[in-house]
């Protein structure tokens, strides 16, 4: 595609309900990264894969918090159980290689969670 | 404490006009350095990127400069547009060894409102 989409663009789910989050990296693209952005706080990494290695979980805020990669292309970030400090903007991020740390990351529109 | 800070939180200047906007990071080491521009409702998009030894990068109207022995960088938006209304973010990229994720720090941006 011709650049990172995300779906849905808004969800409103209740408190306690799971919720899944789609996204559709850049074709070609192996790193994927999910972030979450709060209000008034800056971009905060959840969730890395490169290639077929182990994904790097290190930012997932609590085990509620999973994320798959199918085929190494659409990722999908699951939240369970889901509390209203969950209630944010999910973005989700590709580029052509993690292994550089100069490659530019193309963000998607993201997903704007609301848990009431 | 916010290993990315940036200043001013807000700011608003007249069409045509010039501004500054600042970052002062805390990260060491670091690999490079980024300006994304995030317009509301949509994912960051990158504007310059500077690795350490660079001091000064152009995009357009657009220029970034970077002093690594005090640890600030900063945007200078010139000739300002209606179009550049939006949050302008700092990013900083550790320099991580042996293959580690290529993590970002985000600061929490600079919200700029351009008035005609």
């Known amino acids: 595609g011709a650049g990172v989409s995300q779906s849905p663009s808004n969800k409103v789910t209740e408190k306690g309900k799971d919720v899944e989050l789609r996204c559709d990296p850049i074709s070609g693209h192996t790193a994927l990264y999910w972030y979450r952005q709060s209000l008034g706080q800056g971009l905060e990494f959840l969730i890395y894969f490169q290639g077929n290695s182990a994904p790097d979980k290190s930012g997932l805020p609590s085990d509620r918090f999973s994320a798959e990669r199918t085929g190494g292309s659409v990722s999908t970030l699951t939240i369970q159980r889901t509390q209203q400090e969950d209630s944010a903007v999910y973005l989700c991020a590709s580029s052509s290689s993690g292994t550089s740390s100069y490659n530019e990351q193309f963000f998607g529109p993201g997903t704007r969670l609301t848990v009431l | 404490k916010n290993q990315v800070e940036q200043s001013p939180q807000s700011l608003i200047i007249l069409e045509g006009k010039n501004c500054t906007l600042q970052?002062?990071?805390?990260?060491?080491?670091?690999?490079?350095l980024r300006w994304y521009k995030q317009d509301t409702g949509r994912g960051p998009v990158s504007l310059t990127i500077?690795?350490?030894?660079?001091n000064t990068k152009s995009n357009g109207r657009y220029t970034a400069t970077l002093d690594a022995d005090t640890k600030q960088s900063s945007l200078h938006i010139t000739a300002s547009q209606l179009s550049d209304s939006a949050s302008y973010i700092c990013v900083v990229s550790p320099r991580y060894y042996g293959g580690a994720t290529n993590k970002l720090i985000f600061g929490t941006g600079t919200l700029l409102a351009v008035q005609p």
């Open positions: 500077m690795t350490f030894s660079e």
């Open positions: 970052c002062n990071y805390t990260v060491s080491p670091f690999s490079n």
